[in-house]
């Protein structure tokens, strides 16, 4: 449980109010559910703990006023049951149920914390408005290093997703182990690989349409001008088209 984040709400009509004791993130190290449990205190104008089961209707904005409503969950006895249990003004949810969802602009609640910073609680007991202020969702102690994996940042690891990325360290890919395997395979439209020196002096382009490979070079292995491209050698050649380099041939950035 996270650090309390202690506030009174005023329901505007009935004037129940509520004392929020926790917004806490519940997060496991395997499969961690993709819920926010939410504990608070329902009391009546008399400032008398509320019991019974209580309609009430949770939502999540971007802004502590205004803002995009990310994320409606209700819970009523007809569209959506069932209601919240409150006894002695007591109640416990764990907010993010697919099955309390309303409406809003995101339909997977895991995605709010991770598009968005700042993300911030509404409450209301149904059918009334919103009690205010509304409340800044925290994390908890430990899921503030969520974003972190033994201590690394997410940009430290390489991951399989379709964007574009950068490793500023020597990388090794060891396949020596697996039959018929190769160590790195690699396909793209204009070709399987491109390799260059830090100062791009010297560079080759594997697997590059139909010439196998085509180096550029200010010294030695290529053209100083323009590619040069290393045909397979028909005599040497096999039903896999393999590649006969002429010796000696240097594909050397020096």
């Known amino acids: 449980m996270t650090g309390l984040r202690t506030r009174t709400l005023k329901r505007s009509l009935k004037e129940y109010f509520l004392f929020a004791m926790s917004v806490s993130l519940l997060l496991f190290a395997a499969s961690p559910p993709e819920r926010i449990n939410y504990q608070g205190v329902l009391r009546d104008s008399s400032d008398k703990p509320i019991s019974g ?46 099955a309390h969802r309303n409406t809003g602009s995101i339909l997977n609640f ?12 509404a409450v ?15 994390s908890s102690a430990y899921a503030l290093n969520a974003e972190h994996l033994s201590g690394k940042s997410a940009g430290e690891f390489l991951d399989t997703s379709s964007f574009p ?43 590059y349409g139909d010439e196998g490979i ?31 380099l002429p010796s000696p041939v240097f594909l050397d950035p020096c």
């Open 110 to 121: 895991a995605e709010i914390f991770k598009n968005y910073s700042s993300v911030h609680l």
């Open 53 to 98: 089961n209580v309609s009430m209707r949770f939502r999540f904005y971007d802004d502590p006023l205004g803002g995009t409503l990310l994320w409606e969950e209700v819970y009523d006895p007809s569209s959506f049951p069932p209601e919240i249990s409150v006894s002695d003004g007591l109640f416990t949810v764990a907010l993010g149920d697919p």
């Open 214 to 244: 085509r180096a550029y070079r200010n010294n030695r292995g290529g053209s100083p001008h323009h590619g040069h491209s290393i045909s397979p050698d028909a005599s040497r050649s096999t039903s896999r088209r393999s590649i006969a």
């Open 165 to 207: 990325q950068t490793k500023y360290a020597p990388l090794t890919l060891d396949a020596s182990s697996v039959l018929y395997s190769y160590g790195v395979e690699g396909r793209g439209l204009n070709g399987g690989g491109y390799f260059l020196d830090s100062n791009q002096s010297g560079y080759a382009y594997v697997g």
């Open 124 to 138: 209301a007991v149904v059918p009334d408005p919103e009690m205010t202020p509304r409340i800044k969702v925290i």
